[in-house]
């Protein structure tokens, strides 16, 4: 390009003249196609931090236990009256249904959207879901009457009975052997009037326990007048002390000095009473059950407005009176079935001591009838 001042030629590279300073503006660019400006700049979500993540699963595992834990508690308690040893599977089950629930429930989801989430935010889904589970739960305990079923008032069948063991002697024979035979005889005699009143007493008496046992107040009254017969023949016949008092009687004809009874009587009362010990456990027990039985009575006849018989069912109008009746009714049941397996221990104890003198209780049976 020349230089329209001095008219030399411009090298290439510049847009100044070189010999004479003169200047030229760029060419003009109004032909010159504008770029498109850049595109804008695509806004970025910001993520929670990983270890938020972690915390709020931990928090709700926390408070999720305490739900559900509570929600357990409460519903045993509501089926049950009271929490114990016996019903603590009821209580597991309940504590554990919600959370295996949850997890099956949670794993299923990302299994079927094919996601391989983290840790936490299972734990967080199987948190939240056993928690919705536990206020199901305490929702529907709350809302449903409280009511008793037959089931919770069975009966239990444990009749009473002689236990038949085997003899086999281990005291030798002695010149004692007549007055320890009556002993014995006294003992099996007062061992059976005693099942003898008792099976009169089961024979001509109402069921115990059951619904219809808690219809009305003359039921109830017909009740308790059992029980309390019952309790006295329990009380009739809960001390072998007469017959120990009898055995210097048994000893009289027996050829032997003062001396020699004497230390006989010392020895074999304190034997006795040693190799006798379950006696005295069975009759405490038989004592307390019968006294927790009257008291089931006693409360239901006090609550007598607090409840209805319905389609064999007990119906209580509380929560309250029915976790009360629960609790005293299952610890009645549950002390008859303890004072049954006292009793049969106790003659097995029996057949034990009798064996050691060669004895049994067919010993003593009368003689059948040719």
């Given at each position: ?6 008219s030399?030629?411009?090298p290439?590279?510049?847009t ?7 200047t030229y503006?760029?060419?003009p660019?109004?032909?010159a ?7 804008p700049?695509t806004?970025?979500r910001p993520?929670?931090p990983?270890g938020l993540n ?5 928090i709700?595992?926390v408070?999720?236990?305490s739900l ?12 049950f009256?009271?929490?114990t040893l ?7 089950g ?10 099956i429930?949670?794993?299923a ?7 391989k ?6 734990l967080?889904?199987v ?5 919705l589970f ?11 009457p409280?009511?008793?079923d ?7 069948a ?11 002697r ?7 052997d007549?007055?320890i035979r009556?002993f014995?005889?006294d003992l099996?005699?007062?061992d059976e ?6 099976g009169e ?19 109830i009254?017909?009740?308790?007048s059992?029980?309390?017969a019952?309790?006295?023949?329990a009380?009739k016949f ?11 009687n ?7 000095s ?6 006989f009587?010392e020895?074999?009362d304190?034997?006795?009473?040693k190799?006798?010990?379950a006696?005295?456990?069975?009759t ?9 039985s ?6 239901t ?6 409840y209805?018989?319905r389609d064999?069912?007990?119906i ?5 009176i029915a976790g009360?009746?629960?609790h005293?009714a299952?610890?009645?049941q ?5 004072f049954?397996?006292a ?5 097995n ?8 003198y060669g ?12």
């Amino acid at each position: 390009m020349k230089c329209k001042q001095c008219s030399k030629i411009i090298p290439d590279g510049f847009t100044d003249c070189p010999w004479c300073g003169a200047t030229y503006s760029p060419l003009p660019t109004s032909r010159a196609q504008a770029l498109p400006p850049p595109p804008p700049p695509t806004p970025v979500r910001p993520q929670a931090p990983a270890g938020l993540n972690v915390v709020l699963a931990w928090i709700s595992s926390v408070l999720s236990v305490s739900l559900v834990a509570f929600a357990a508690y409460a519903a045993t308690l509501k089926r049950f009256g009271t929490v114990t040893l016996e019903n603590s599977g009821f209580t597991i089950g309940g504590f554990v249904g919600p959370y295996l629930i949850s997890a099956i429930i949670v794993f299923a989801f990302f299994w079927i959207r094919k996601s391989k989430p983290d840790y936490s935010s299972k734990l967080l889904g199987v948190a939240c879901g056993a928690s919705l589970f536990a206020i199901l739960s305490l929702i529907g305990s709350m809302s449903s009457p409280a009511g008793i079923d037959s089931r919770a008032t069975g009966t239990v069948a444990n009749p009473l009975r002689r236990s038949m063991h085997p003899v086999a002697r281990s005291v030798p024979a002695s010149k004692w052997d007549p007055a320890i035979r009556s002993f014995f005889a006294d003992l099996h005699a007062f061992d059976e009037q005693y099942l003898l009143e008792v099976g009169e007493f089961d024979n001509s008496s109402l069921p115990v326990y059951t619904p219809e046992s808690f219809r009305d107040a003359a039921t109830i009254q017909q009740i308790l007048s059992q029980l309390r017969a019952r309790m006295a023949v329990a009380e009739k016949f809960n001390s072998i002390e007469p017959l120990l008092s009898k055995m210097p009687n048994h000893v009289t004809s027996i050829e032997a000095s003062d001396e020699e009874k004497r230390a006989f009587l010392e020895h074999f009362d304190a034997s006795t009473r040693k190799d006798l010990g379950a006696r005295k456990v069975v009759t405490d027990i038989e004592r307390d059950w019968l006294t927790a039985s009257i008291g089931v009575y006693e409360f239901t006849l006090s609550k007598q407005a607090g409840y209805v018989l319905r389609d064999g069912n007990l119906i209580f109008k509380s929560n309250a009176i029915a976790g009360e009746f629960n609790h005293k009714a299952q610890n009645a049941q549950r002390l008859r079935a303890q004072f049954y397996r006292a009793y049969h221990a106790g003659q097995n104890q029996l057949a034990t001591v009798m064996a050691q003198y060669g004895l049994q209780a067919s010993d003593f049976e009368p003689s059948p009838r040719r």
